[in-house]
């Protein structure tokens, strides 16, 4: 048979594998192996199995060994590897890359052991050592080098003489693999609403991807967990994808009691790797009926896949930003149909790409009720450009009374504030323009100098300006610094209410699991008032005392030149609403320099679905995703800006050839501080195009979230 052979070189050249030969009948798609590969030996991974060469101008050498008795990876797997590798734009290797631990591969599984048995009955034998061998053989089937070692203290020349007499035999053999499967246990099927039995069934019965649209606490979670009791009853193993694993402690809770501890496998980004090639084997055993996990879970090695389920699809965290640059959302379409599981979106607010699938592809189940509980919150919007701050800024007046009134009543507040703003930009409250950079056009970012004086750097250029007095747009002295750490916030609000018992949640207060836990408990057991945090962590959380939940300032990402900017800030701000009220009537205050936009007044409505189809219509009459294809290329080095330039030249040149649709841009990006260069093209196949370059250092993202 002739193999190929994906090896666990990272050399360009053979990373779509080599062809090898081999008489080893066990060796299927799959299979770990080991390869001759200049003068060495590597480990290398089955890609396919031909019976005829297809061609013939090399010498092709022979696998040196079977390493596992089991593959590593399933047909669906590796027909997901490789269409991974075709869409994005990766060599097979490259897309290998995420579905299995790092090389040595040989340690995943079992291995291949040299074993020994007696032939002769009654051997002559000479020596003492060889008489306590053949003594311990004696009456044993296969027995292995290193408990022959141990148990009779063979040496390998001892070994050598008897096999060299016709005494023993020698083989090569796989050791039993000795975890067993814990499935099928009992499990309670949770108590479902009747809104939220109506959803599990339309689930059930559809054949197609199912997009839940179910808004926040309409209980979600219990319908996936009635779906996964199902998988696992079926004697199939289910995989809970979610945005961020810190944020979802409370939840993995929940799914412990489902289907048990030892059932249950966590996978996240601070497992370090010799736990995580121990929890990849545990998975690969079949001893684990449930995965749940952040994107690159999406590749466990869960042979009897049967269930996935991805919530909240919409979060920007399901894109790898790394070579291989998959959307998981799209990658798990692909497994589902290959493995012939189920696959199901979870959201309150549907990405663009989702919506559009839903209208045909996939099942649209929607739930727009809440649990038992109160209707959404009521919602303020709080025109910051008419407010007088003083010194709290961005703490408006209602908001200030909001808070003071939660800390009377003994409730708890919730204050978001929106990470991307970080970057903090002068802002004329007269005509609402930035202060921005004469050479690039972009907006100037506020700095400290070693004395804590501000001034304005340009990224891209690396200019330095003063600060303004008066605006350069209008001439009104009303500027204002916004975009304001969460650290700097802690203190205001610590000053405001000095009594109040105030905890800060974001990337620098929180890095593993157990912080997050210890957060949460301290504001479920009240032993807290305020939780501060960006939106990125705060998000999704469930706790029944928050009454008040604030975004500081709203639309800081609105003004980022981005044809998703609108979209990202109806989810944040309806995912905002979903904090406040889930016990309790709630009340939602959003601060916002623009309170007529349409993703603040939807949001502020609860019109989910009518903001949707408004942006649906913006995207299909303007040309951008879901309704046509994006691809971006990124240049990141110092002749970055002269490389972008010939390429765009080579594109321009392309299109009109080809006549394609084709649109093309090129620009520095805007948070590469001037190094980093990207194009973007869209059109209905920019995929076409890419043969015109050389594409040599050059990041080729397909279908981009990032593109500023
Ligand atoms: P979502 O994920 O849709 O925002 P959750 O799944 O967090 O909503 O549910 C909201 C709240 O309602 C949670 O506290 C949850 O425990 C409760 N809940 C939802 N469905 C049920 C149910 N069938 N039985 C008991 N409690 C439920
Ligand atoms: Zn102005």
Known sequence: MFLRVITSSRSPGIGNGLTYETEEARITPGSAVQIPLRGGHVD???????REREEHEFEVKKVTALLASEPLLTEAQLKTLTWMARYYLTTLRQSLSVWLPPPPWRTLLP????VYRLRKTNPALRSVKQKLICDYLSGKDWVSEVELKRAADATPAVLRTLLKNGVIERDRKFTQDDSEPVMHQTMDHPKLSHAQEEAYKMIRNSTKPSLLFGITGSGKTEIYASLIADCIAEGKQALLLVPEILLTEHNTERFERLVGRGSLAILHSKLTQGKRRAEWRRIHSGGVA????????????LRKLGLVIIDEEHEWTYKNEQTPRYHTRDAAEVLCREAGARLILGTATPSMETWVKAKGEYTLVSLQERYRTHGLP??????????????????TTPLLDAIGHRL?????????????????????????????SPDTLLPFTVHQDAIGRPYLL?????NRADVPKVCPSCGSTRLLTIGA??????????KLFPTARVLRADSDTLSSPEDMRRLLTAMQEGRADILLGTQSV???????????????IADIGLSLPHFRAGERVFQILTQLTGRSGRAKPGEVIIQTFRPDAPEVALSAKHETEKYLEQEMKLRLYTGYPPFTKMIRLLYRDDRAEERTRKDYHALLTAIEHRTSDAKVNMAPSLFGGGREWHILIRGKDPASLLSALALHDVSVDIDPLECV
């Open 290 to 301: 449930l995965v749940i996990g952040s994107r690159s879970a999406l590749f466990a090695p």
């Open 485 to 494: 750490g969460t650290q700097r916030i802690e203190l205001t609000v610590k």
């Open 538 to 552: 705060v998000k999704g959380l469930d706790l029944p005392g928050v009454t008040l939940a604030a975004v500081l």
């Open 458 to 462: 340009d990224h891209t250029s690396g």
């Open 111 to 114: 291995q291949a052991q040299t």
């Open 378 to 395: 009521s919602v303020r919007v709080i025109d910051l450009g008419d407010a007088n701050f003083g010194q709290h800024y961005p703490f």
């Open 408 to 436: 009377l009543k003994k409730e708890q507040s919730v204050l978001f504030l929106n990470r991307r703003g970080i970057a903090s930009a002068v802002l004329c409250l007269q005509c609402r323009r930035r202060v921005i």
């Open 44 to 50: 290398g991974i089955v890609f396919d199995v031909q």
